[in-house]
Each structure stands twice: as structure tokens, then as C-alpha cells.
């Protein structure tokens, strides 16, 4: 997803979706997220094409949380009530399509958390 996501290939994010994909984030009432989930493929890719668009990705790094696969992703530059790292986690469908994209902005909760 982020690799794909990076080189703005819409047609491979378009078959790593779900129809009825989500995107919920939490920013912790810190950084601007989504207030409401994001739900759609066509929303879902709009969305984190516009993030990716507007934000390079500075460094990435894989983990274990709460048991699930996650990875954390920080940026290379700071913008006043935008997060410049962040934790995404996907959840995949019985298909292998990704059906739910969880990304956690909220300081506090990333606090434990070691430096990509």
C-alpha cells in the first residue's frame, strides 16, 4: 500500500481497496484528522492521495502493536496542527483487499513508541 501510495499508483491502490474500505483516524483532539470515517474505495484513494501529495514521508518502520501488524511513519516536515508522525494498521478482508485502515495522530498515544 504505502509503496504504491508513494509512486501515485492509482490503479495498483485501486486493487489493494475493498469496495467498502474505512479509514478512521484519531488525532486525539492534538492534530486535524478525519472527523468521520471515510468510506469508499474511489473517498479511501482520494484521501490518502491527496495526504501523500501534500506531505513526503521522511522514514517508516515496521511493528507489533497490540499484537497486529502496524507501521509508523514519520514526515519530513512540521506543520502547525498536522501530525509529522503517525501509526497505520490495516485490517484485510477473507479476499486479501484491505477493508479498514486505522491511523493513530494522537501524541499521547504514540509516546511509547520508538522513532521510525
Known amino acids: 500500500f504505502l509503496s504504491h501510495l508513494a509512486a501515485q499508483d492509482v490503479a495498483s491502490l485501486q486493487q489493494l481497496l ?3 474500505v ?3 483516524s484519531d488525532g486525539g483532539g ?3 484528522a478525519a472527523l468521520k ?4 474505495r474511489a473517498r479511501v ?5 491527496s495526504l501523500a501529495r501534500r506531505r513526503p ?5 515496521w511493528h507489533v502493536l497490540n499484537g497486529l501488524p502496524a507501521v509508523s ?12 508522525r503517525f501509526v497505520l494498521r ?7 483487499h484491505i477493508h479498514r485502515l486505522h491511523a493513530v495522530l494522537a501524541p499521547t498515544k504514540l509516546a511509547g513508541l520508538p522513532p521510525a
Open 73 to 84: 511513519i514519520e514526515l519530513d516536515d512540521e506543520r502547525p496542527h498536522e501530525a509529522s
Open 45 to 49: 484513494l482520494r484521501f490518502f492521495l
Open 18 to 20: 475493498a469496495d467498502d
Open 22 to 24: 474505512v479509514s478512521l
Open 57 to 61: 514521508v521522511g522514514s517508516v518502520a
Open 90 to 96: 490495516c485490517d484485510l478482508d477473507d479476499s486479501g
Open 30 to 32: 492534538v492534530y486535524h
Open 37 to 40: 470515517p471515510i468510506v469508499g
